[in-house]
């Protein structure tokens, strides 16, 4: 890929800051042109960039269009990164709360093209880190494109070198074709590009993560900087994992699919270490190998494992064009079930058969009592789709790109999986509240972390205001009340909502509520929305639209 660095006099005149750095160069249908940004590089605490970094947000090159029948979509939500990095302050509207001291990292797929060669899918993109600095009411955004042994191997070639969601790189020759053969058996051809979330672990080190297990890489959360791989100091190999292990101060735990034999291992790491410690294992009782596994929750004694009917599929795994599932089979005669393990012994305390479900994401679960305090049912809830995989086509980015006001996005609901503990056989799922609440759109979705694990009124998520191609809202959700309240920019695409607990706080919607917006004019802003009322407190403008985003998470100020 061809990159160009430069250095000038920027805009605002003042010649003590670097203005920018990398400027992608697009495909061909791509009109943008050097955004003048300026960028302070290093010294980042909030005197030094407060006092020294214009406020006013750089001219925003044109953006990409994309023409549909009825409209011009300018939405940049689903085009490329412009730039490898920026760095500045925000000039913000309304009231940032003064507690809301700390950074909202977040990851996601940003850069789907190499040259002329554009991406097919939303997971496919090469992975942008997005940091909002929160201090003392003030708030400084920089991104900045992850070091992935993938995407330095594509800058460098300017071709794609490794496997990535949907993409498999093109063998120059038979001879290559089977080297590149024994290096899929290896894992040695699968991506490292941690695009799907960040966490902070207890110890504080910040790891990007992806399904593949080498694609954990450290970060520096003051700079994006990309540390180093996260080397897991074990023996249990492998090579893909959850993209979402739950992560507490006091411990990791994920979940490792074994496509040999089918079943998983639940493994947990302490903080300080890299060291993965066996839990326990389960074992598939349906179809030829286990169910995607893009995440998992939790109750207070128990891990919960789901073994949805959507399985990986060796075969695919290995085909170089891309199937409509992808690396994934729909095999509804194999059943869906939920198993659930103990955390301390490791013991399988109830496998169930429920109905057919597809889900990305959990949200929480919980555990039941009856009225003498014993555990009687675990309920876990979901971003569930209706059992419909079409929603994996759909994050096609051609689909993304050609919204022409049709209401083609498939209907979602926070599905509830209600297991028995006391051995019955089967589990039910049912809608938690009324899908028309939240426009029948449900994903990305985060919850107060003091409640993980346990009974739980509120969850944040896009929902959708139709007709729409993607969730284009952000609800709360109140499953007590079994309502929602919903924002709407018209136009609009926002990122999963995170939520933001104000310290002290004894309500668990005291906080804020954070998420990035990719407007229907080519901008993007970052948004607080009270956490209580779900109203708007603030906004800042960036310096212009940043791709969508995926996963973050808080990293409170030391
Ligand atoms: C961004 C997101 O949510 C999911 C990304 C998933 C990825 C990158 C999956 C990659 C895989 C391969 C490259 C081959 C092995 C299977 C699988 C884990 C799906
Ligand atoms: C964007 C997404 C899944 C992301 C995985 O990490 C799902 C969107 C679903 C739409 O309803
Ligand atoms: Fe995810």
């Known amino acids: 890929m061809a990159s160009l660095a430069f250095s000038a006099t920027s805009t605002w005149g003042s010649p003590t800051y670097m203005t920018l750095l990398e400027k992608f160069d697009g495909p061909k249908n791509d009109r943008s042109v050097f955004g003048k940004v300026n960028c302070k ?46 760095e500045g302050e925000l000039e913000v509207e309304g009231e940032i709360p003064l507690w809301l001291n700390g950074t909202y990292l977040r990851n996601g797929p940003g850069l789907w093209h190499l040259g002329e060669y554009n991406f097919r899918h939303l997971f496919d993109g090469y992975a942008t880190l997005v940091r909002l600095h929160f201090e003392n009411g003030r708030l400084i955004m920089g991104h900045r494109q992850l070091e992935s042994e993938a ?13 990535e969601f949907s993409e498999v790189p093109k063998p120059d020759n038979f001879l290559s074709y089977i080297g590149d053969m ?35 890489i450290v970060v520096d959360p003051a700079t994006l900087e990309t540390i180093g791989k996260f080397e897991y100091d074990d023996n249990f190999g492998g090579l893909i994992h959850s993209a979402h292990p739950i992560v ?9 699919p074994d496509l040999i034999n089918p079943g998983y291992t639940v493994v947990r790491m302490e903080p300080g270490t890299n060291e993965r410690k066996y839990i326990g294992r389960v074992d598939c009782r349906g179809g030829p190998a286990p169910g995607w596994v893009h995440s998992f929750p939790v109750t207070e004694h128990y891990v919960i494992v789901p073994e949805m009917p959507l399985r990986y599929c060796a075969q695919n795994l290995l085909r170089a064009e891309p199937t409509p599932l992808y690396k994934f089979e729909w095999h509804p005669k194999s059943k869906g079930f939920i198993h659930v393990v103990c955390k301390a012994s490791g ?81 039910k799922l049912e809608a938690a509240l009324n899908p028309d609440e939240h426009g029948k759109g449900m994903d990305m979705c985060s919850i107060n972390p003091a409640y993980l694990g346990k009974k739980y009124r509120y969850a944040y998520a896009c929902g959708a205001q139709r007709p729409c191609n993607f969730p284009n809202t952000l609800t709360k959700i109140d499953l007590f009340e079994k309502k929602a309240k919903n924002w709407h920019d018209e136009g609009s695409v926002p ?64």
């Open 41 to 86: 590089k290093r010294d980042l605490t909030i005197a030094n960039v407060a006092s020294k970094l214009p406020v006013v947000a750089p001219p925003a090159p044109p953006p990409t269009t994309t023409k549909t029948v009825e409209n011009e979509c300018k939405l940049r939500a689903w085009t490329s990164i412009q730039q490898e990095r920026w």
């Open 151 to 163: 995407y330095k191997a594509a800058k460098k070639n300017n071709k794609l070198c490794y496997r």
């Open 182 to 216: 024994a290096k899929l058996f290896s894992g040695a051809s699968l991506t490292d590009n941690a695009n799907t979330g960040v966490v902070k672990l207890g110890d504080g080190r910040v790891v990007c993560l992806t399904e593949t297990i080498k694609g954990s």
């Open 248 to 256: 507490t101060d006091e411990e990791f735990i994920s979940l490792l």
């Open 347 to 427: 013991k399988l305390v109830a496998s169930v058969e429920v109905p057919l479900f597809v889900t990305f994401h959990f949200i929480n679960a919980y555990e039941e009592t009856d009225e003498d305090g014993r555990i009687k049912a675990v309920i876990a809830d979901c971003c569930e789709h209706n059992a419909d995989t079409t929603i994996l086509e759909k994050l096609r980015l051609q689909h993304l790109r050609s919204f022409n006001g049709e209401d083609v996005l498939p209907d979602a609901r926070v599905g509830r999986f209600i297991i028995p503990l006391d051995g019955s056989r089967y589990g």
């Open 495 to 558: 990122s999963e909502p995170l939520f933001v607990a104000r310290p002290g706080a004894t309500r668990e919607d005291d906080g804020a509520v954070i998420s990035m917006i990719s407007d229907k004019n080519g901008d993007g802003y970052a948004l607080v929305l009270d956490g209580t009322t779900f109203e708007e407190i603030a906004r800042a403008k960036f310096p212009y639209g940043l791709p969508y985003g995926l996963h973050g998470c808080w990293v409170p100020k030391k």
